[in-house]
């Protein structure tokens, strides 16, 4: 379960479609998500995992760099698989958000994939890979709901 079943979790309803292969987003799919302080959802492909040509990474990228100039953009959710360790993509990815001068906010996902242990040694070594802060980093499981309560909590104070 990845970028799409968290959305779905997140937001507590079916939004998102779910499939069985990494990759499948191919387009900006974007989500309005009503509350107290309503805002716009926006879903990007991932860079990570996709089968992607590399004119489709080029796009990929170029529609990236267009939605974090946004002057409307208040922060970036940023999906990091607990799992593996920050890649070079990953590195590049902290850069550009970085360089953007956003506010970001990680989300490590598929935590029910390791002992409690392990989570917590992954997570304190994406922290320190890409440079987060403690409160930058949530350790979420779309599958066990862990982390997901945290997760709304620092995404409504990004768009309040």
């Known amino acids: 379960m990845g970028k799409s079943s968290l959305i779905n ?3 507590g309803r079916r939004v998102a479609k779910v ?3 990494p990759g499948k987003t191919r387009a900006l799919n974007v989500y309005a998500v009503p509350g ?8 990007l492909p991932g860079y990570g995992y996709a089968r992607a040509s590399k004119t489709e990474r ?38 550009l958000l970085a360089g953007a001068g956003a506010r970001v906010l990680a989300a490590a996902t598929k935590s029910d ?4 242990t392990r989570r ?26 862990e982390g997901l309560d945290e997760l709304r909590e620092a995404v409504a104070v990004l768009v309040s």
């Open 9 to 11: 979790a997140l937001l």
């Open 19 to 21: 499939s069985g292969t």
């Open 36 to 43: 107290l302080h309503p805002f716009y959802l926006l879903d």
């Open 58 to 95: 080029a796009a990929f990228a170029g529609l990236l760099r267009h939605v974090i100039t946004r002057p409307r953009l208040v922060g970036i959710v940023w999906l990091l698989d607990i799992r593996h360790d920050a890649s070079a993509g990953d590195r590049d990815m902290q850069d």
């Open 113 to 116: 994939k390791l002992s409690r």
């Open 120 to 145: 917590g040694e992954h997570a304190l070594a994406l922290r320190q890979t890409l440079g987060l802060d403690e409160d930058q980093l949530v350790v979420t499981s779309a599958q066990t709901n």
